[in-house]
């Protein structure tokens, strides 16, 4: 119990681990969808980071998403520069899992990716998705221009008044202008993709807005 409760509890900035001078992540690392460098955005992509859980699935589910160019998964949100995935599970980083998404404006919107992000996980569960917890599994938006981080709190609140509909609590999702952003190790990178059979639930709620 306590230590599930210490999982659930953001490090102090003084007692976070010190990290690394470089990446985890060898410069490049080839996506295994669009086989191009998962560190690069595409020529008129925007980029936004989205936490909703484990992110071996919610980077699926953004590598699938029509208009989407470019995805890698990383840990985001901290005080650890270039942490492990162990030390990010220990709690001591302050980072969430996260998928950086790249997007064409011209072939979807921020809005559409934003459905995805409520309607495929559970943002009122803190920290936590499900049976995974800890602070590595909240829920954030972390955002790269003014507009965007207008739009998600709008998004955000429009979706609040389905989920307070649907009986469930407040939204906890973060929502701020992007920290910096570590790349995950290679095998997290397009996992559920090297292996098919990867366990990494989606905790959909079945709360939807149109």
């Not at 459905?115 to 803190?126: A, C, L, R, S, V």
């Not at 955002?143 to 998600?152: D, F, K, N, R, W």
């Not at 973060?174 to 996992?191: R, V």
Request: aromatic share 14%.
């Amino acid at each position: 119990m306590f230590f599930s409760k210490m999982k659930s509890t953001l490090v102090e900035p003084e007692q976070a681990l010190p990290g690394r001078g470089r990446s985890v992540l060898v410069d490049p690392t080839f996506h295994e969808i669009f086989g191009i460098p998962v560190q690069q955005v595409p020529t008129g992509s925007d980029v936004v980071y989205l936490a909703l859980g484990c992110f071996w699935g919610a980077e699926k589910l953004y590598w699938q998403a029509p208009g989407v160019t470019n995805t890698a998964a990383g840990y985001q949100g901290g005080y650890t520069p270039n942490p492990s995935y162990e030390e990010v599970c220990s709690a001591r980083t302050g980072h969430t899992e996260i998928v950086k998404v790249s997007y064409d404006p011209q072939k979807t919107s921020f809005e559409q990716l934003l459905k995805i992000f409520f309607e495929n996980h559970d943002p009122t569960q803190g920290m936590r998705q499900g049976n995974d917890v800890g602070t590595q599994y909240r829920s954030a938006i972390y955002t790269t221009t003014p507009e965007q981080l207008e739009t998600a709190e709008r998004v955000r609140d429009e979706y609040q008044v389905q989920f307070t509909r649907s009986g469930y609590g407040q939204i906890t999702t973060e929502i701020k202008s992007a920290p910096d952003f570590y790349y995950a190790e290679d095998y997290h990178q397009q996992y559920l993709d090297k292996n098919p059979f990867g366990y990494c639930p989606v905790h959909a709620t079945g709360v939807t807005c149109n």
